[in-house]
């Protein structure tokens, strides 16, 4: 059943706005009461955090995407976004039936040897059950929520509020096309035939990777909307945060690994730090590696890109200027005056810090977990506070969240590696041709039918 037959229906979308507007409506009236007041206002936050977790559906994904942008939100309000997680009740076994007939047809029990009507996991889109194939092959079966295109469209329309407020209140930062990328890999979270396909693409792309693994797709038990792949048994990744330190660290190589060859070979990043993404697989009882669970929110970006992030790498690593500045360009960056570009470039030294430090170390580098990065973010804020919004480009939005999100597993491990080492071992050396990922990319995409 093709995805785009569920149709937007004006009813379900009429009450997803009526029910999203009412909660959205106080939250714009307590961050505006909270911007005009100039002081935390804990409460209140706390409160936002309550109503928006109460709504089953993507705004909570939205939600906390938005809790990683810069001065969109009071500081208050985006601490308690970041505490969102995307678990909701699940749905009952009467709701999975109706679900999975309606994706596999009325005979959809016979095409599993067993099925589990009991949701695994329950999630902001969709809820995953465990079943076995008739091969005898253990399965996650992904099942969407009815109306979710609905409840999108209404959620993202809902959010221009919040950004709207946002404009008001002089803010630092233009979130623009921020939002539009947004909005745009929301929508893509729906297909989950992309999904698969994106699996694919990265069962593709870490080929050989002792330490890392990538469920197969059954397609044949797949729809846009019910994505099977097969089962990665794991331990929750913070089940090892005191484990021994060799233990945290063959953990963390393999996470540099996961999410840095994708984007330095073939220009493709997982977009999604939530660490229910992933699971660590154990050898003779030992950790071994990590296993990557959900393909919804992957990010393909142009080779130029990738060159990019390697300019301004180089540029920081040696003070080239003239370097630097070009890589914001290519980045989408426009306009900017030697003094943005200084307060730009704190961020910049903050997230390549320690893949520019050629010695084995912590990500924070003595700096308390709760602090990492927030002496950083002041002094960006302050700086830019009488220089007129910079605009993010949209493109850069997931590629900074996502590197803020591997930065974060490395916290909890308190892995101490030499991250520079890695990352020129991902690069292949000190330089990158865009061509040469351009030709990789190309026939990857292709491959996997993304092309």
Same mark, same amino acid.
């Given at each position: ?46 409160a936002l955090r309550a109503a928006l977790g ?69 999630? %902001? ?23 979710? %295109? ?71 038990? %797949? ?95 040696? %003070? ?42 912590t990500v924070a580098n003595g700096v308390p ?83």
């Open positions: 059943m093709a995805i785009d037959s569920e149709r937007n229906r004006f009813s379900a979308r009429a009450a997803r706005y009526a029910r999203v507007g009412a909660q959205m409506g106080g939250v714009a009236a307590r961050m505006g009461a909270a911007r005009l007041m100039g002081g935390d206002n804990p409460a209140s936050a706390a109460g709504l089953k559906g993507p705004l909570m994904k939205v939600a906390q995407l938005m809790a990683t942008i810069p001065d969109l939100l009071p500081p208050e309000f985006a601490e308690e976004l970041q505490k969102l997680q995307s678990d909701a009740p699940p749905m009952g076994a009467s709701f999975v039936k109706r679900r999975m007939q309606a994706e596999l047809g009325a005979d959809w029990r016979d095409r599993f040897a067993e099925f589990d009507l009991r949701p695994t996991a329950a999630a %902001s889109l969709g809820q995953v059950h465990r079943a076995t194939a008739h091969d005898g092959e253990l399965l996650a079966c992904k099942l969407q929520y009815p109306d979710m %295109s609905s409840a999108v469209e209404a959620d993202i329309s809902q959010l221009q509020m919040l950004f709207a407020v946002h404009r008001q209140f002089n803010p630092i930062i233009d979130t623009q096309e921020a939002a539009r990328e947004i909005a745009e890999r929301v929508r893509e979270e729906l297909d989950y035939k992309r999904e698969s396909k994106h699996a694919a693409l990265y069962a593709l792309m870490l080929k050989g990777a002792d330490n890392v693994r990538v469920p197969g797709v059954r397609n044949e038990l %797949s729809t846009g909307r019910l994505l099977t792949l097969e089962w990665l048994e794991g331990r929750k990744l913070l089940d090892f945060k005191q484990a021994d330190q060799e233990t945290r660290n063959r953990i963390a190589v393999a996470m540099f690994r996961a999410w840095w060859h994708p984007f330095s070979q073939f220009g493709v990043i997982h977009g999604d730090p939530h660490l229910g993404n992933y699971t660590v697989f154990e050898t003779d009882g030992a950790a071994a590696g990590i296993n990557l669970l959900d393909y919804g929110c992957i990010r393909i970006f142009p080779p130029r890109f990738v060159q990019g992030v390697v300019d301004l790498y180089e540029g920081l690593r040696t %003070s080239d200027e003239a370097r630097i500045v070009h890589a914001y360009e290519t980045w989408g960056f426009r306009g900017l005056r030697r003094d943005v570009i200084e307060t730009l470039n704190i961020w910049a030294r903050f997230i390549y810090g320690p893949i520019l430090d050629d010695r084995v170390r977990p709760g602090q990492y990065g927030r002496r950083e973010m002041m002094q960006v804020h302050a700086a830019l506070k009488d220089k007129g919004p910079v605009r993010i480009p949209q493109e850069f939005v997931f590629m900074d969240r996502a590197a803020i999100g591997l930065g974060a597993v490395f916290l909890h491990l308190d892995a101490k590696l030499n991250f520079y080492q890695l990352f020129h071992e991902a690069f292949g050396g000190d330089q990158v041709s865009a061509d040469a990922i351009a030709g990789r990319q190309s026939q990857a995409l292709a491959t996997v039918g993304l092309g």
